[in-house]
């Protein structure tokens, strides 16, 4: 299934084994290197925000996200990866979008992911208020870096690899 990152946020999480709801989703933890899930940030009522490995995760839907169990919610600092990324402050959504060649192609509004895989698919870019909203495959994607996702300069030439939408 294929889902938008901004439909995840700020949606329950809820725990199979406890059949309840232990949180929120904050952000989506995502590996630079490779563009993968790695996990969920997840507010919790009267503790420190906790993370939920991507393994953990049974289902990710419109309505929630579906783990194992409460017991799955750990301290970010156990999995140092996310702890990494988590201290860099690599975040995606809000992103300055960009060209190798440094050409500015807007801010990542949005992106989507294939929720099997954990694989991210698309990202949505928009450069002003009354422009088309420019979608770009994840495959065109060299470098996430903190506030900043860089394309290969092919990107807006090959007709594969862009489509414009009037939003």
């Known amino acids: 299934m294929f889902i938008q990152a901004t439909q995840i946020l700020n949606k329950p999480v809820f725990a199979e084994e406890e059949k309840e709801e232990v949180g929120q ?3 989506i933890i995502i590996d630079p290197e490779n563009g993968q899930i790695l996990g969920f940030l ?6 420190k925000p906790s993370v ?10 419109n309505d929630a996200i579906v783990i194992n169990s409460a017991n799955s919610l750990i301290s970010p600092s156990e999995i140092i990866k996310i702890q990494e990324i988590l201290n860099q402050k690599i975040k995606i959504l809000g992103a300055r979008a960009e060209t190798e060649s ?6 990542i509004e949005d992106f ?8 991210l698919m698309k990202f949505y870019i928009k450069s002003g208020f009354f422009s088309p909203l420019l979608i770009l495959p994840a495959t065109s994607v060299l470098k996430i ?3 900043k996702v860089i394309f290969s300069d092919d990107v807006l030439t090959s007709p594969k690899a862009t489509e414009a939408v009037p939003t």
């Open 102 to 107: 440094k050409k500015p192609l807007g801010r």
């Open 42 to 47: 997840v507010s919790q009522p009267f503790a």
């Open 25 to 27: 989703v904050l952000e």
């Open 112 to 119: 989507i992911i294939e929720t099997e895989t954990g694989s």
């Open 52 to 61: 939920v490995s991507n393994m953990d995760v049974l289902d990710i839907s």
């Open 145 to 147: 870096e903190k506030n």
